[in-house]
């Protein structure tokens, strides 16, 4: 099974850049699979971020599209997410996960999480 | 936005019951529908995708069903390690959004 991992900083000055990385290992990037960030917290819930395939194609959240890029790097294994202009209601825990193909939703293998606190 | 209700928001049940819990969606999603089982401090786990398939791995005792706007999931004897929070998600928009969860306790 697929195994994925988060890295980054836990804590952002607000209207900074959040940056993480997910580390994708026991299996190749380069598959059919949508790689996913979903973010949690305790005011929102669950929320959708986006999704990004090998090739660089990317799917955003409208609510969040002005302000997240995603990115891929096949060489390493490894695909990254950068919010831009974080304010507190960015807080919160950042997950990278595998999606199937685009359309069919599903989340099958989830990183542990990533807290990420929006703080001066 | 298509938008995802959960009842009830909270359940309580003992060992050996049967559940079933609800998704709501505020228009028709078809059976573009899936099901995810979270425990404190973890990340969410696949139970179900497409309404009523079983994830890989994913006990028997899980079903789900429905289609156009209402969903359920039914657990059919609970056990121990069933007591956690269990969301709906639906990706027939372009992009994809989950329920509130509801939370099922131990009675």
């Known amino acids: 099974q697929v195994q994925l991992k988060e890295s980054g900083p836990g804590v952002v000055k607000p209207s900074g850049t959040l940056s993480l990385t997910c580390a994708v290992s026991?299996?190749?990037?380069?598959?059919?699979?949508?790689w996913t960030w979903v973010r949690q917290s305790p005011v929102k819930g669950l929320e959708w971020i986006g999704e990004i395939y090998h090739t660089s194609s990317a799917n955003y959240n409208p609510s969040l599209r002005s302000r997240v890029t995603l990115s891929v790097d096949t060489s390493k294994n490894q695909f990254s997410l950068r919010l831009l202009s974080v304010t507190a209601a960015d807080t919160a825990v950042y997950f990278c996960?595998?999606?199937?193909?685009?359309?069919?939703?599903?989340?099958?293998?989830w990183g542990q999480g990533r807290l990420v606190t929006v703080s001066s | 936005d298509i938008q995802m209700t959960q009842s009830p928001s909270s359940l309580s049940a003992s060992v050996g019951d049967r559940v079933t819990l609800t998704c709501q969606a505020s228009q028709d999603i078809s059976n573009d529908l899936n099901w995810y089982q979270q425990n404190p401090g973890k990340a969410p786990k696949l139970l179900i995708y497409?309404?009523?398939k079983l994830a890989a791995g994913v006990s028997s005792r899980f079903s789900g069903s429905g289609s156009g706007t209402h969903f359920t999931l039914t657990i059919s004897s609970l056990r121990p390690e069933d007591f956690a929070t269990y969301y709906c998600q639906q990706y027939d928009n372009p992009f994809y959004t989950f329920g509130p969860g509801t939370r099922l306790e131990i009675k």
């Open positions: 026991d299996g190749s990037i380069s598959t059919n699979n949508w």
């Open positions: 497409e309404t009523s």
């Open positions: 996960a595998r999606g199937g193909g685009h359309g069919t939703g599903w989340m099958d293998s």
